[in-house]
T-cell receptor, first 113, second 112 residues
Framework: DVKVTQSSRYLVKRTGEKVFLECVQD?????MFWYRQDPGLGLRLIYF???????EKGDIPEGYSVSREKKERFSLILESASTNQTSMYLC????????????FGPGTRLTVL | GENVEQHPSTLSVQEGDSAVIKCTYS??????FPWYKQELGKRPQLIID?????GEKKDQRIAVTLNKTAKHFSLHITETQPEDSAVYFC???????????FGQGTELSVKP
């Protein structure tokens, strides 16, 4: 079974703080993705990565950065958290060019006060 | 870039009825269309997908249809059960490394 884990289920931070969200997958997947989920807006892609040290902007990258130093780990960084970044953050991974099925982590509910 | 629109945003049916959720996409290069189900408090999971070389695919009570000319695809659930209650997301991809563009989601409620 593919397992995708995220470092926290719930996180509360203050405006202006630097926030790190970690995602780890154990199935040697090349692709990793970060989404945010908001009611009525679906899953919006923030950043994705096809390989170590590689990253691509998604649809809403502003205010975020990512890091992929190892194949199994993909980190989302909020350089200076703002209240409009309060959301559910979902990480996903997939095997390159095979079926495209994405396997999701359990999500991190981030609240920025 | 690709844009996926999903309707309706909420859908309530009686147990045993059918449910249909529709999506449209904008990029004619898209050729892979999955559907994910997210139960309350859980992660999204793939339930069915279709590629552009077929028009319909079935898996027990769920089916997906694709109309490439009109750029729309639909999820059909027959004989709905309370455990079908969830948020359903459609998505589209042009197979460029597995990137998916998701629709806005449909909250399906099946009433016993």
């Amino acid at each position: 079974d593919v397992k995708v884990t995220q470092s926290s289920r719930y996180l509360v931070k203050r405006t202006g703080e630097k926030v790190f969200l970690e995602c780890v997958q154990d199935m040697d997947h090349e692709n990793m993705f970060w989404y945010r989920q908001d009611p009525g807006l679906g899953l919006r892609l923030i950043y994705f990565s096809y390989d170590v040290k590689m990253k691509e902007k998604g649809d809403i990258p502003e205010g975020y950065s990512v890091s992929r130093e190892k194949k199994e780990r993909f980190s989302l960084i909020l350089e200076s958290a703002s209240t409009n970044q309060t959301s559910m953050y979902l990480c996903a991974s997939s095997l390159l060019k095979v079926r495209n099925e994405q396997f999701f982590g359990p999500g991190t509910r981030l609240t920025v006060l | 870039g690709e844009n996926v629109e999903q309707h309706p945003s909420t859908l309530s049916v009686q147990e045993g009825d059918s449910a249909v959720i529709k999506c449209t996409y904008s990029d004619s290069a898209s050729n892979y269309f999955p559907w994910y189900k997210q139960e309350l408090g859980k992660r999204p999971q793939l339930i069915i997908d279709i590629r552009s070389n077929v028009g319909e695919k079935k898996d027990q009570r769920i089916a997906v249809t694709l109309n490439k000319t009109a750029k729309h695809f639909s999820l059909h659930i027959t004989e709905t059960q309370p455990e079908d209650s969830a948020v359903y997301f459609c998505a589209a991809s042009d197979n460029q490394g597995g990137k998916l563009i998701f629709g806005q989601g449909t909250e399906l409620s099946v009433k016993p």
